[in-house]
């Protein structure tokens, strides 16, 4: 159903002369029979209208309006109007060139009639003295404007992807930092609880030996002064004629640095093969802190050169004939003879990984990885 109006009373009885528009809204051609009602329709006060394209109906100079064009162009030939109609209006007059009115294509928007001023489907533009028309954007305005506010959306989007991806990087890599640093002081603390410790116990054991000792003898015919060089500087003590080298080696031994000290009990924790095998790579200076595998060599000037070694540590300071002074220089040993094949034996245990170090850190590694 098509609404329309009619503009004269002239065609013959029982004809209706329409307008192209008209058959093709109505899907009909010339000649075809087409049912007539009446319809009361109301009369416009305020119409839509958007271009399809963009035209000179978008220019305003020259006294050009288009409100009054198109209104002007819809009369004479449109008596009624219905929304989202697409309608051809003719614009200005025809040329001397081409003979041709030209013509733009509009749809219909929003129409208010009557007394109400709400939309209506239909309105009638017959005989209406006062009708306000409403020239919007162009479909073709609007299409690119939507184009263009989707890219500009797009965009936006990805620059927020790109921000978020960013932040998450960096959020990424503060969390690295983060947890490096908290690896660091753990490991940091786990060091410093490990040394606290193996000082600990080297003090304690300094202290015990301090205390098998005998008390130091004051100056006088029968005490011997006896001067070691350590790999941690010189210590110096009396001692009686009479006391037995033991005791002295037993005195060095209270009086080694503590790193050198704190080995043996960390030590005897593990396997006995992997301790002999540990033995094997200290450094020379540490081996003298195991068991009193050391050496102590006089040099003393105007004396035989003597050394005093576990072999002879039941020899008393007079009878080694170093009363009433020596000084010795500590020369640590490695460990005996029969322990070596163990040690080679153990050495080939590739999967502990450890080369020698300090003897904190691979007391420290061998209690994380047996």
Wanted: glycine residues 6%.
């Amino acid at each position: 159903m098509k609404l329309v109006g009619v503009l004269e009373f002239s065609a013959p009885e029982e004809v209706v002369v329409v307008p192209d528009w008209v058959l093709e809204a109505l899907d009909s051609t010339p000649g075809n029979l087409l049912e007539v009602a009446t319809a009361d329709v109301p009369r416009a006060t305020r119409i839509s209208l958007r271009p399809v394209r963009r035209e000179r109906l978008c220019r305003t100079s020259d006294g050009f309006d288009a409100r009054v064009a198109l209104k002007h162009g819809l009369w004479g030939i449109y008596t009624c109007l219905s929304s989202g109609d697409v309608i051809r209006i003719p614009m200005g007059d025809a040329t001397d060139e081409t003979d041709e009115i030209d013509e733009i294509e509009v749809l219909v928007g929003e129409l208010c009639g009557g007394l109400s001023e709400l939309p209506i489907p239909t309105v009638c533009i017959v005989d209406v003295e006062e009708l306000v028309c409403d020239v919007g954007e162009s479909l073709e305005n609007e299409r690119e404007r939507l184009e263009e506010e989707r890219r500009r959306e797009e965009e936006r989007q990805r620059q927020l992807a790109e921000e978020a991806a960013r932040q998450q990087r960096a959020a990424a890599q503060a969390a690295a930092v983060e947890a490096a640093r908290r690896a660091k002081e753990e490991e940091a603390a786990r060091e410093a609880r490990v040394r606290e410790a193996a000082q600990a116990h080297a003090a304690s054991e300094a202290a015990r030996l301090q205390q098998l000792l005998a008390a130091e003898p004051p100056l006088g015919a029968s005490a011997t002064a006896v001067r070691v060089q350590l790999p941690g500087g010189r210590i110096q003590r009396r001692f009686e004629k009479s006391t037995p080298l033991a005791q002295v080696r037993l005195w060095i031994e209270s009086n080694l640095p503590h790193q050198l000290d704190c080995l043996p009990h960390q030590l005897d924790c593990l396997p006995h093969q992997v301790r002999l095998w540990v033995e094997s790579n200290l450094a020379p200076e540490q081996h003298g802190a195991r068991h009193g595998r050391f050496e102590l060599v006089s040099h003393t000037p105007g004396t035989a050169r003597f050394v005093a070694a576990l072999a002879n540590e039941q020899l008393t300071l007079e009878q080694a004939g170093l009363h009433p002074s020596v000084a010795f220089n500590f020369d640590s040993k490695a460990p005996v003879q029969e322990e070596e094949g163990a040690a080679a034996e153990g050495s080939s245990m590739s999967e502990l990984d450890m080369a020698a170090s300090t003897p904190l850190s691979l007391a420290r590694t061998l209690s994380e990885q047996l």
